[in-house]
């Protein structure tokens, strides 16, 4: 059988959930961005949607999904071909969470997904371990674990996340964030002022029959209730719209700008906090754009061009050295939304979890608190400094705003006007994925004073 004909056999949808998965488990790459690639533009919106759905599906569950297949197949997992791993992966991901789908559909389009990337040799067991799982009751398989390792198996994190949070936590709040961050995330975007008002947009979304609503956290955000996710990618295409979540438009709100202004965005990419702070300004005065890689710089502009935000000035720089600017550039805003580790979009990102180790939050706390500093030469008297992560991690926010402080007396924080519920005790923000069906984010906005008062930086404001 040729591959075209055995191609046909295999569903769009599952050919390309393969694609995308096999290029995440291999490549590193990011599944929402492949996502919204080239690879599913010609999927119908069902089919893509069912893409979607498996592959972001399989990521969440898939420690889960991995512990029960070795158990079941008496497989070790490690052994198998990556494209029998995939193939299994996305059986079972079907058969356990999905219910309109038939098992003998699912079985024959990954037994046949496995003959079509040249793994024919393991169909037999592929169809074999996939008609076992259609039998078998998954609570059978789940004895005999202590508490941290059975909450992490059950909603599928690694162990060492699971203890840590529910060390800082507790068991009710972890529970309830695990469930959380495998649940499909609300659909947020901003309208861009700089192109069109609410109003006439409203209209347009109303016309098009898609249904919206306002964010209960920032102006001029709105979730997607329902309606054709093809009708906000084009507006999105337009420039009239940009797909972002709430608690990241948020960080945007919180640095400020007005009209006039000098800005400088230190880790911009890939500008939709940037272009946010643009519209902000109406187009009037300067924000520099920062990042390392030139790849993403090139994101910044291409977003600023698309959005018609004319004041970005983008540069590729290295923010862990010197700052590329003469000795009197002071901004009048400093925003750093540092590296880190991103455990605050779990549910967006859920490849994450495979990705990350304790090692890795005290490499990235290092990174965060060298930016920090470097950025906070540049801020003028009087001016705001705003750092921010998509991290729920204490280390990577309230431990580096700690550690900066302690050191830099000059600065001090300024607690924002936003509800009590997403402020700390130390006038920081946070958001959580459970509590506000947004992306976990944390904000610390400090002001440069001519003046420091030390008495304002004692270590009790920063208990944990």
């Known amino acids: 059988m040729t591959k075209s004909v055995l191609s046909n056999k295999v569903s769009p949808a599952r050919r390309v959930a393969f694609q995308i998965l ?25 089919d893509r949607a069912l893409a979607q759905e498996i592959v972001l599906g399989v990521l969440r569950h898939q420690l889960y999904i991995d512990c029960l297949l070795a158990k079941i197949s008496n497989c070790n997992l490690a ?7 995939i193939a299994l992966r996305i059986g079972f991901y079907q058969i356990h969470y999905l219910t309109r789908i038939p098992t003998h559909a699912i079985v024959n389009d990954s037994v046949n997904l496995v003959k079509l990337n040249k793994r024919a040799s393991a169909s037999g067991l592929v169809n074999a371990v996939l008609r076992k799982i259609a039998s078998t009751s998954q609570a059978q398989n789940l004895s005999g674990l202590d508490d941290y390792k059975q909450l992490a198996l059950i909603h599928s994190h690694p162990d060492w996340l699971i203890k840590r949070w529910v060390e800082r936590y507790g068991v009710s709040w972890t529970t309830s964030l695990a469930e959380a961050n495998n649940k499909a995330a609300l659909i947020y975007f901003r309208i861009n002022s700089l192109k069109v008002s609410i109003e006439v947009l409203l209209e347009k979304l109303t016309q098009a029959s898609l249904k919206v609503t306002p964010s209960l956290l920032i102006k001029d955000a709105f979730s997607v209730t329902s309606g054709s996710q093809d009708i906000l990618l084009s507006f999105a ?24 202004m000098q800005v400088f965005d230190a880790c911009a990419a890939p500008g939709g906090k940037t272009t946010a702070v643009a519209a902000q300004m109406n187009n009037q005065g300067l924000i520099i754009a920062g990042d390392l890689h030139l790849k993403r710089v090139k994101l ?33 805003r400093v925003l750093v939304d540092a590296p880190c580790t991103g455990t605050g979009t779990l549910r967006h ?9 304790q090692d890795k939050i005290l490499e990235l706390v290092t990174l965060q608190t060298t930016i920090l500093s470097n950025c906070a030469l540049l801020v003028k008297t009087n001016g705001k400094l705003i750092y921010s992560t998509c991290s729920i991690e204490y280390e990577e926010n309230e431990g580096v705003i700690r550690e900066f402080l302690s050191k830099h007396t000059n600065f001090q924080v300024i607690k924002p006007s936003l509800p009590e519920t997403f402020i700390t005790k130390e006038g920081f923000v946070r958001t959580w994925p459970h509590r506000d069906n947004t992306d976990g984010f944390f904000v610390a906005v400090m002001e440069k ?13 920063f208990v944990s």
């Open 349 to 357: 990102n859920p490849e994450i979890k495979s990705r990350l180790s």
């Open 79 to 85: 052994k198998l071909d990556v494209e029998v791993l």
């Open 300 to 332: 910044i502009k291409e977003n600023a061009v698309r959005l018609g935000a004319k004041i970005i000035l983008p540069i590729c720089y290295d923010a862990r050295v010197d700052m590329p600017f003469t000795h009197e550039q002071r901004f009048d």
């Open 449 to 461: 004073v001519s003046c420091p008062n030390k008495e304002s930086h004692s270590n009790e404001v």
């Open 22 to 46: 096999w290029r995440v488990l291999l490549e590193d790459a990011f599944a929402s961005n492949l996502l919204a690639s080239n690879l599913t533009a010609n999927l119908s919106t069902l």
């Open 237 to 260: 295409s337009q420039g009239l719209i940009y797909i972002q979540d709430a608690a990241s438009q948020l960080v945007a709100t919180l640095v400020d700008a007005k009209p006039g």
